[in-house]
């Protein structure tokens, strides 16, 4: 025999009001127990620098306090200098962040050396005070969205690559066929951190006469506002070049050098990638015999 119970229409209103209530009291008391993570930048350091730009990694500490976890759904930045916004961005990236304790998140903000020269004559020291606004939003139950917004600065290095000049032209042989010649070329850095050229190689007009091509991969160090001189050694074929070549070894005291090419460079900085380097040159060079 199935017993069915059966309610007066007040009744079932009555239970309806009180499991309502119920509910609400225990969202209340979940309330009172769930609160709001804290977080700090721990620190702001070069990942990946070049002479085109750099690449910053902000870390962050982000404290939980909760007995469950938590997840970072998505963060945005914003990286001031001088005043000016030079960058800015927002990620929909997730991380979980562990109960009861602090969970480290690396942001990483990236910086174009070129987009700062669009912004001025103002770029021109070594290192640039920068100013970083960070918004992480995280996912917290009962709560909803929390945002927290952080704010932090650091002087960031802002590199050249080394200016070359064609500084003269010496005959050490002249034959019939060719010449054997040393370009000099000077290399300056311009940066307060030591730099190595570790090859070069380019190609090399006179007199609007192509000579060919140049290399080497003798390794030259520039101190830090230094300047140092490469010799580059090669062979002129008459032939190839033509008499004018011939004609203004043996006679000429002048000639208007001009060079591009790529050089590998490396630099004494830590997150410097080392990368190859894109150059020309050019000057009016005495040609010595």
Known sequence: MTTRWTFPRGAAVLLGVLAVLGLFAGCAGLADIIRRPEARIASIEIDDIDFSGL??????????????????SAYDYA??????????????????????GVSTIAVPVSLDFAGLAD??????????????????EVD??????????????ADIPVLKPPRLR??????????LSGASVLLSIDASNPNRFPLTLRSLEGRLRVSGDDWGAVTTDRAVRVDGGGQSTIGIRTEVDFAAVGRS??????????????????????MELPGFSGSGWNWDADADVSILR
């Not at 690449?55 to 970072?72: A, D, K, S, Y």
């Not at 912004?119 to 992480?136: E, N």
């Not at 064609?166 to 034959?175: K, Q």
Request: charged share 25%; net charge negative; hydrophobic share 45%.
């Open 79 to 100: 990286l001031d200098v001088s005043e000016r916004r030079v960058v800015e961005g927002r990620r929909d990236e997730g991380a979980a962040l562990a109960a009861s």
């Open 245 to 266: 070549a011939w004609r203004l070894l043996t006679g000429a005291s002048r000639a208007e050098v001009d060079l591009s090419g790529r050089a590998d460079v490396d």
């Open 166 to 175: 064609p500084r003269e032209i010496r005959v050490e042989r002249v034959t």
């Open 55 to 72: 690449t910053l990694l902000v870390n962050v500490e982000i404290e939980n306090p909760n007995p469950v976890g938590l997840r970072l």
């Open 140 to 153: 917290v139950p009962v709560l909803g969205t929390v945002r927290l917004d952080l704010s932090g600065s």
């Open 119 to 136: 912004g001025g004559a103002w770029v021109v020291d070594d290192a640039l005070p920068v100013a970083l606004a960070l918004g992480l």
